[in-house]
């Protein structure tokens, strides 16, 4: 536990710079499996997306840590009416999170409102670890932002959960967009519970069919259970989607603004 605590007193800024300054530097030097040109541009415009969200989030955090210390006050949430051990709480809490994300996902991909938001993330045609930053800084402050909240509210989990979950699935959400090769065994066993890097890719198929599919975060377990696990193989994938595919639609002040426009689905 004292561990745990040491663990979720760093800052989780440092965790994801570590994180990345790793796996972007192992792109530029390994073997990546997609060749892609102008990746100055692309890291400039993923990272102008991270200092938005940044900024946000010191007004967003606050919320949220406001919100779950008063839910927690008021002893709201099914765990609060179950004696378990603290530890069986936690890692229940990280998977109730990622399943509640994972609901949020899977609407966002249904209600156009949220379509608007959430296919900045699914715009990246040149995919590597800074598509990771390449979230609407709105989709994720308030609308999974709010997610975190709900799950709090229903299970009755703290902020020592909320840390942990975030420090479980951020190496996801690096790794999940890395431009590296991945074998495909990795797949077939460590795949059947949690997500890796090739299920997540399939997430971002050009092809509608592929992309409403695999949503969890962390446990891909998610998708199987509710009937939305799909496979295809990760060198067969055409990332991003058609009607964003001009350059000029690739930076960032068009991507932050283009939730107001109408974009005709092109399939
Ligand atoms: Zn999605
Ligand atoms: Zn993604």
Redesign the pocket.
């Known amino acids: 536990m004292e561990t745990l605590n040491k663990l979720l007193s760093i800052d989780l800024n440092y965790i994801v710079i570590a994180l990345f300054v790793v796996f972007y530097s192992l792109e530029q030097i390994l073997e990546t499996q997609f060749n892609f040109k102008k990746r100055g541009q692309h890291f400039f415009h993923s990272a102008l997306f991270q200092i938005v969200f940044l900024i946000g989030n010191l007004f967003w955090a606050s919320v949220t840590i406001f919100s779950i210390e008063w839910l927690n006050r008021n002893e709201i949430g099914l765990f609060y009416l179950i004696q378990l051990p603290v530890w069986l709480k936690l890692v229940l809490g990280v998977a109730m999170i990622d399943m509640v994300t994972y609901w949020f996902h899977r609407m966002s991909h249904k209600v156009p409102v949220l379509w608007r938001f959430h296919r900045v ?2 715009s990246d045609t040149t995919m590597d670890s800074t ?2 930053f390449r979230s609407h800084p709105v989709e994720i402050l308030f609308w999974f932002g709010s997610s975190n909240i709900l799950a709090a509210g229903i299970f009755g989990l703290d902020l020592l959960t909320l840390g942990l979950y975030f420090l479980v699935a951020t190496p996801f ?1 690096i790794l ?2 890395t431009n590296l090769r991945f074998p495909a065994w990795l797949d077939k066993t460590l795949g059947l519970v949690i997500t890796t890097p090739n299920l ?1 890719k399939v ?2 198929e050009q092809d509608q069919y592929y992309t409403d599919s695999n949503f969890a975060d962390v446990f891909i377990l998610w998708d199987r259970l509710f009937g939305t696990y799909k496979y295809k193989p990760v060198e067969q994938i055409k990332f991003g989607l058609k009607e964003f595919e001009e350059n000029k639609k690739q930076t960032f002040w068009y991507l932050f603004i283009s939730p107001l426009f109408k974009i005709k689905k092109v399939t």
């Open positions: 993330h699914h598509t990771y959400f999940e967009h997540h997430h971002h």
